[in-house]
């Protein structure tokens, strides 16, 4: 009997890793305080992170924790310390990237399987061979490779699992590794404090710009980057593109690509993500897990879950380097920034009546009485309309304001407790964007 594959999915905290099970994830990632990269909007603590992998069990679901910094020696006691405190935790795996802490690992938790992190930048069989001699149970792949190359690592180390990212945002960096941001805000990537300086809005100046200004002479190149927070300080770079965001890379999107990812021996496909909105996690697991479910009964591919990428933010999407490599495809970057999506995420649902009639909501992002909305939920997506909002004072109410107090409204039947509410954005566009998103993939085929 063929092995199942994965869909592993992030777990930012507590509440999104029960929205991420509900949704379909058969196992979660979430980053431990301190030694994950992370850190800066990890809202877990070590009581959150108990809960997490008891829930997570409870649920028939496995947890990963992801410790996967590369820490200076003064980090190393409160490492030691952690791993301690998780061989009683009893978590499914642990995600590591330093081969000291790796080490560190295996002496102090010997009982939890070890999963080599992204960061390690793993990209060939050797180097995999290598790691499983070291007594490594999984290997995150460097997102660098293709499917083919894949294909060739797992047919030359078949014992181990691979476990390789199907969607989410890619760093501009060499799988993550950048200085960018401890050069600019002296905040450490890779200690778990990006600053994400590759999203930051710049303006682009060429040299003759500043041909008559004195305050600019002494500098060399013929381009120069400015972010917008940071008049003045400009930066020279080689580049001859007209646009922002340069350092931006598009999102990956790999969900037509599910089948080929695991006849090349995938056993876990990886959703990033942990730091991105309940609606985001819940969105994208239930398209993928569709997508695998399809897979595993030798469905044909369903073209509406590529559309259903869509309803989240996104910088555009590319298959990254799983086809070739994206100069090869002439859209390695996409000069944007987060705004391309059809629904907007409006509300969450709190409390359901007796009736599944009225609900509680807490609202996320305005929405108006005779609004069209849609419920969605693990079981499906109904749409409906909002034919009254009552605050809960009980007075009528024509609109809910995003952020505001929590309202109250009628819901379809169907709705349960993990429902989430959206609302189609009208817009000239966008079924063109969709289509152009379909006709990319084609032309990559």
Known sequence: MTKKVELLAPAGDLMKLKYAIAYGADALYAGVPRFSLRARENDFNNESIEEAVKTAHQSDKKIYLTLNIFPHNRKIDSFIDALCWMEKLEPDAIIVSDPGMIYLSQKYCPSIPIHLSTQANTVNWVSVKFWYEQGVHRIILSRELSIDEISEIKDKVPDIEIESFVHGAICVAYSGRCLL???????????????????WDYKIYSEDDFSDTDSYQELEGNYFIEEKDRPGQLLPIDEDENGTYIMNSRDLCAIHLLDRMKKAGIDSFKIEGRNKSIYYVSTITRAYRKAIDNLEAGLPFDENLEKEMFAVANRGYITGFLEKNPRQLGENFQFSHSGNKTHQFSAIVNKIGKDHGRARLAVRNRFEKGDKMEAF??????????????????????????????????????????????????RADQEKQVNISAETRDDLE
């Open 181 to 199: 941001s401890n050069y600019f805000s002296h905040r450490d990537p890779n200690q778990g404090t990006c600053a994400h300086s590759c999203r």
């Open 377 to 426: 939920s693990p079981s499906g997506t109904i749409e409906f309309e909002v034919n009254e909002i009552i605050s809960l004072e009980g007075e009528p109410l024509l609109v809910a304001h995003g952020g505001g107090k929590d309202v109250m409204i009628n819901l379809p039947e169907s709705a349960d407790e993990y429902t989430l509410i959206r609302k189609p954005l009208v």
